[in-house]
C-alpha cells in the first residue's frame, strides 16, 4: 500500500528538477500524476522515464505554459475529466532571472512575474474548484528561501517567490473550509539544472566559477552541503499526505540551515 494508492497529483514544472523528483515520488507511493511543462520532449522523457522505473504507473503528460491561464484551464479540465478527482497540486514551474536593479527590462519584469506569480495563482485557482467539489485536497507552492531574505541583484525573483507565500496564505484561510491544506515549499540551494545557471551567472560576477560558487553556498549551509531534489520531494510528499493535515499556510523553510548560518 503506499500513502498516494488511487491520488490524482498535479505537478507544473513536472520535467526536470524539483519537478521531476516530485513525479518519481508520487508515482512510486502509487499517485496517478498529471505531468506538466513546457518543455515538450524533456516532459516525455521525465515521464518514460519514470514509468521504466515504476511499470504500470499512470502519468498523463500536458505541455502548457503556466503563464497562459486558458492553456492551464484546458490542463485541470482534461485532469478532472479523465480521473474524475485532483488530490494534489504542486506548483514547481519556475524561473530566475537577475541583475542590477537599474538595468532590470519592463519586459522581463513581466516575463518572471507571469511564470513565478501568474502561473502559480492560476494554478491554486483551477485547483480550488474539483478540491471543494470533493472537500478534500493540498496544494504546496514552490516558492524559496528567496521568499524570506534577499540578496542584491535579485529583486525580481525575490519578489515573486515572496508573492507565492501570500498566494498561500490567502488560499489557506479561504478553501480551510473546504478540508483543503495550502502551503509552500521554500528551498534553498538544490542541485538541479536553475541552481546550476545560476551559479554559473552570478559566480561570473563575483570572479568565480559556477563550482566555487556552489561550493560557497554548500560551506554557508550549517549541514554544509547543496540539497538534492528527491530530498524536496520528500518533504512536498509529507506536506501533502495525511500526516501533515493540521498543516496549513506555512512557508516551510528547507535550506540545510542556510540562513541561520
Ligand atoms: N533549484 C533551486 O536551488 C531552487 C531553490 C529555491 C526555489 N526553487 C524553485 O523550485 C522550482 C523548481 O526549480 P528547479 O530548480 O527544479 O528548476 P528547473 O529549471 O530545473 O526546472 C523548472 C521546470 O519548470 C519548467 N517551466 C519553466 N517555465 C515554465 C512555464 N512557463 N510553464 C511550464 N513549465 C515551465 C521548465 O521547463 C523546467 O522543467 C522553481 O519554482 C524554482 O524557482 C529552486
Not at 519584469?109 to 506569480?117: D, K, M, T
Request: include cysteine.
Amino acid at each position: 500500500m503506499g500513502r498516494f494508492d488511487g491520488s490524482v497529483v498535479m505537478v507544473t514544472g513536472s520535467a526536470q528538477g524539483i519537478g521531476a523528483a516530485t513525479v518519481a515520488r508520487f508515482v512510486s507511493e502509487g499517485a496517478r500524476v498529471a505531468a506538466v511543462d513546457i518543455d515538450t520532449a524533456a516532459n516525455e522523457s521525465m515521464a518514460a522515464s519514470v514509468i521504466g522505473d515504476n511499470p504500470g504507473a499512470e502519468i498523463a503528460t500536458y505541455s502548457c505554459d503556466v503563464a497562459d491561464a486558458e492553456a492551464q484551464g484546458e490542463v485541470f479540465a482534461d485532469v478532472v475529466r479523465r480521473w474524475s478527482r485532483l488530490d494534489v497540486l504542486v506548483t514547481s514551474a519556475g524561473i530566475y532571472v537577475g541583475g542590477p536593479l537599474e538595468e532590470i527590462p519592463m519586459d522581463r519584469w513581466e516575463s518572471i512575474v507571469a511564470v513565478n506569480l501568474t502561473g502559480v495563482l492560476v494554478s491554486n485557482r483551477m485547483a480550488a474548484g474539483p478540491m471543494k467539489a470533493q472537500g478534500s485536497g493540498a496544494i504546496v507552492n514552490i516558492a524559496s528561501m528567496a521568499a524570506k531574505t534577499s540578496w542584491p541583484e535579485s529583486a525580481e525573483y525575490s519578489a515573486t517567490k515572496s508573492g507565492v507565500v501570500g498566494i498561500t496564505r490567502s488560499a489557506a484561510m479561504e478553501l480551510g473550509p473546504h478540508g483543503i491544506t495550502v502551503n509552500a515549499l521554500c528551498p534553498g540551494n538544490t542541485l538541479t539544472a536553475m541552481v546550476r545557471k545560476v551559479a554559473t551567472e552570478i559566480g561570473g560576477t563575483l570572479g568565480m566559477t559556477g563550482s566555487e560558487w556552489l561550493e560557497m553556498r554548500a560551506a554557508d549551509t550549517a549541514l554544509g552541503r547543496l540539497a538534492e531534489p528527491w530530498e524536496m520531494a520528500g518533504i512536498i510528499a509529507f506536506l501533502a499526505s495525511p500526516d501533515a493535515r493540521y498543516i496549513t499556510g506555512q512557508a516551510i523553510e528547507a535550506d540545510g540551515g542556510l540562513i541561520l548560518s
